[in-house]
């Protein structure tokens, strides 16, 4: 699994794989501040919670006292033993003298029936059949929700039953003021007792979600000061705290690759498109226009500068010697075609004064340096697009000339062609002409009113052609018959050897083949 994971890694660009490198990197970093970024939101949660609570055993303390005001005042009357008549008094005395913070009282005989009342609005006795006594109403006091009238009723009763006090507190003298504390907003305050739940405070819809909710016991338990905060603003800074490692280790991931990509990767991008368009000697190397501010790559740019100045230079001086050496080769083939031009016309001279023997030997040393003034000619003609000798060409100039200075008894011998298109060599051209040479001049001389195909087919291994020499018509043991058949056969041996193949012939019917090679 590993190696498939290099290469897909090393076929990457090099901007990818920086950004790679570098997000790694900084990978660790990045979750270092993370976690620090956790612990920070999960402190400053603590905190906010600690400061909720704060604020709400706060508003507890606040409703505790007004509470305690209304337990005390009915406390006080109910274990005094004297007239519930002076008790009454006494009551709407210190409501006279100090009015302010006393909640309204009221006397109740066991029947029921009012007996008094200090001030405020009229106390209807109030059915505590639906609040039973609980541990804390020891004393025979109790705390009443009053959710209809939005009233707080605190009562006690004589140990004998024969007197009840209650007195009635507001609930709006227990709603705070502000909205919120400890950077929590306060969405909801309520008192709660049972079933029965009180509004103090509501800020927003009634089914809110996503709210911090504490509760604090009221009148030792009798009731329950329930606080909700909105979490939604801390939910949002915890938010950003968490995400702004990630977005710090991204940015500087992203800043490191630009940084990288705009000062190394893309001058040397454009360093790279300008070489790729330099056409060599043919062109001046331009350099592209750098804006950035590493100097190395501007070393650089200026040494490819250098450098294709100086192979500029070099191509300058090979291509000028390139033509002197062109010009001397086109020379020594030229003084070469000429001097067998020479040669030839030289024997050819010497065999006008001979007869018989001689001038059949004149003649056909004539041939063979015809021969190869034709394989020289054709590599000549094939020189400068440097393909080969073509063996149809060759073939062709070598028939005719054959022709031409075929014996008196083969004159006019005809000679065909049957060859595909393929190149050779000079060091193949050469045996091949020579070796076309022979066996045609055989041919003539052992048939020489029959009629001659010279043919080359393509071999079933590449690179190869198989060439065949042959006649029609051959008279029985003509060749056999012959006086030159022994040196004939040492020449085509040798001949052959060049090739490295065997020849087939075929004395009886006059055939000869052997396989060449050829160029692609």
Same mark, same amino acid.
């Given at each position: 699994?590993?190696?498939?994971?290099?290469?897909?890694?090393?076929?990457?660009?090099?901007?990818?794989?920086?950004?790679?490198?570098?997000?790694?990197?900084?990978?660790?970093?990045?979750?270092?501040?993370?976690?620090?970024?956790?612990?920070?939101?999960?402190?400053?949660?603590?905190? @906010?919670?600690?400061?909720?609570?704060?604020?709400?055993?706060?508003?507890?303390?606040?409703?505790?006292?007004?509470?305690?005001?209304?337990?005390?005042?009915?406390?006080?009357?109910?274990?005094?033993?004297?007239?519930?008549?002076?008790?009454?008094?006494?009551?709407?005395?210190?409501?006279?003298?100090? =009015?302010?913070?006393?909640?309204?009282?009221?006397?109740?005989?066991?029947?029921?029936?009012?007996?008094?009342?200090?001030?405020?609005?009229?106390?209807?006795?109030?059915?505590?059949?639906?609040?039973?006594?609980?541990?804390?109403?020891?004393?025979?006091?109790?705390?009443?929700?009053?959710?209809?009238?939005?009233?707080? @009723?605190?009562? *006690?009763?004589?140990?004998?039953?024969?007197?009840?006090?209650?007195?009635?507190?507001?609930?709006?003298?227990?709603? =705070?003021?502000?909205?919120?504390?400890?950077?929590? =907003?306060?969405?909801?305050?309520?008192?709660?007792?049972?079933?029965?739940?009180?509004?103090?405070?509501?800020?927003?819809?009634?089914?809110?979600?996503?709210?911090?909710?504490?509760?604090? =016991?009221?009148?030792?338990?009798?009731?329950?000061?329930?606080?909700?905060?909105?979490?939604?603003?801390?939910?949002?800074?915890?938010?950003?705290?968490?995400?702004?490692?990630?977005?710090?280790?991204?940015?500087?991931?992203?800043?490191?690759?630009?940084?990288?990509?705009?000062?190394?990767?893309?001058?040397?991008?454009?360093?790279?498109?300008?070489?790729?368009?330099?056409?060599?000697?043919?062109?001046?190397?331009?350099?592209?226009?750098?804006?950035?501010?590493?100097?190395?790559?501007?070393?650089?740019?200026?040494?490819?500068?250098?450098?294709?100045?100086?192979?500029?230079?070099?191509?300058?001086?090979?291509?000028?010697?390139?033509?002197?050496?062109?010009?001397?080769?086109?020379?020594?083939?030229?003084?070469?075609?000429?001097?067998?031009?020479?040669?030839?016309?030289?024997?050819?001279?010497?065999?006008?004064?001979?007869?018989?023997?001689?001038?059949?030997?004149?003649?056909?040393?004539?041939?063979?340096?015809?021969?190869?003034?034709?394989?020289?000619?054709?590599?000549?003609?094939?020189?400068?697009?440097?393909?080969?000798?073509?063996?149809?060409?060759?073939?062709?100039?070598?028939?005719?000339?054959?022709?031409?200075?075929?014996?008196?008894?083969?004159?006019?011998?005809?000679?065909?062609?049957?060859?595909?298109?393929?190149?050779?060599?000079?060091?193949?051209?050469?045996?091949?002409?020579?070796?076309?040479?022979?066996?045609?001049?055989?041919?003539?001389?052992?048939?020489?009113?029959?009629?001659?195909?010279?043919?080359?087919?393509?071999?079933?291994?590449?690179?190869?052609?198989?060439?065949?020499?042959?006649?029609?018509?051959?008279?029985?043991?003509?060749?056999?018959?012959?006086?030159?058949? *022994?040196?004939?056969?040492?020449?085509?041996?040798?001949?052959?050897?060049?090739?490295?193949?065997?020849?087939?012939?075929?004395?009886?019917?006059?055939?000869?083949?052997?396989?060449?090679?050829?160029?692609?």
């Amino acid at each position: 699994m590993k190696r498939p994971v290099k290469i897909v890694f090393a076929r990457l660009s090099t901007g990818t794989k920086m950004l790679l490198i570098l997000s790694a990197a900084l990978l660790p970093l990045g979750f270092i501040a993370l976690l620090t970024s956790l612990d920070m939101a999960r402190s400053a949660s603590a905190e @906010r919670r600690t400061a909720a609570e704060a604020a709400t055993a706060m508003h507890a303390a606040t409703a505790q006292a007004v509470i305690d005001r209304g337990l005390f005042a009915v406390r006080a009357a109910a274990s005094s033993q004297r007239d519930p008549a002076y008790l009454c008094d006494v009551i709407a005395r210190q409501v006279r003298l100090s =009015p302010e913070g006393r909640p309204p009282v009221a006397m109740f005989d066991p029947f029921g029936r009012k007996l008094c009342q200090s001030h405020g609005a009229p106390i209807g006795r109030l059915a505590v059949a639906n609040s039973p006594l609980t541990a804390a109403d020891a004393h025979h006091e109790r705390v009443l929700l009053d959710v209809r009238r939005r009233l707080i @009723r605190t009562t *006690a009763e004589r140990a004998d039953g024969s007197l009840t006090v209650e007195a009635d507190i507001a609930a709006d003298a227990i709603r =705070p003021a502000g909205g919120g504390d400890g950077g929590l =907003p306060l969405a909801r305050l309520t008192l709660e007792q049972g079933p029965a739940r009180l509004v103090l405070l509501e800020h927003g819809r009634p089914g809110d979600a996503d709210l911090l909710r504490l509760s604090h =016991p009221l009148a030792g338990g009798r009731i329950a000061l329930v606080a909700e905060y909105r979490l939604a603003p801390a939910r949002a800074r915890t938010a950003l705290l968490v995400m702004l490692p990630i977005l710090m280790w991204a940015a500087a991931a992203w800043t490191g690759w630009f940084i990288v990509n705009r000062l190394l990767l893309f001058p040397l991008a454009q360093l790279k498109q300008a070489i790729d368009s330099w056409q060599g000697g043919r062109t001046a190397f331009r350099l592209p226009r750098l804006t950035t501010p590493s100097h190395e790559i501007r070393d650089l740019a200026d040494s490819f500068a250098a450098a294709a100045a100086r192979i500029n230079e070099h191509d300058s001086e090979l291509e000028e010697g390139l033509a002197r050496q062109t010009k001397l080769t086109r020379e020594v083939h030229h003084r070469v075609k000429n001097n067998l031009q020479v040669v030839s016309s030289l024997i050819n001279l010497h065999a006008r004064g001979a007869e018989g023997p001689v001038a059949a030997a004149y003649a056909a040393i004539q041939r063979r340096v015809d021969a190869l003034a034709v394989v020289h000619r054709n590599h000549y003609a094939e020189l400068e697009e440097n393909r080969g000798v073509a063996m149809r060409a060759l073939a062709g100039e070598l028939a005719t000339s054959l022709r031409a200075s075929a014996p008196a008894s083969a004159t006019g011998m005809p000679i065909a062609l049957n060859m595909i298109d393929a190149y050779v060599t000079q060091d193949v051209a050469v045996p091949v002409a020579f070796l076309i040479t022979e066996v045609v001049e055989l041919l003539m001389h052992c048939n020489p009113r029959g009629s001659v195909l010279i043919s080359l087919e393509a071999a079933d291994e590449p690179g190869r052609a198989d060439l065949r020499i042959e006649t029609v018509g051959m008279p029985d043991a003509a060749i056999d018959a012959y006086p030159g058949i *022994a040196r004939f056969d040492r020449v085509v041996t040798g001949i052959a050897r060049q090739f490295r193949a065997p020849l087939s012939q075929d004395l009886e019917t006059g055939r000869f083949g052997i396989r060449i090679p050829t160029l692609d």
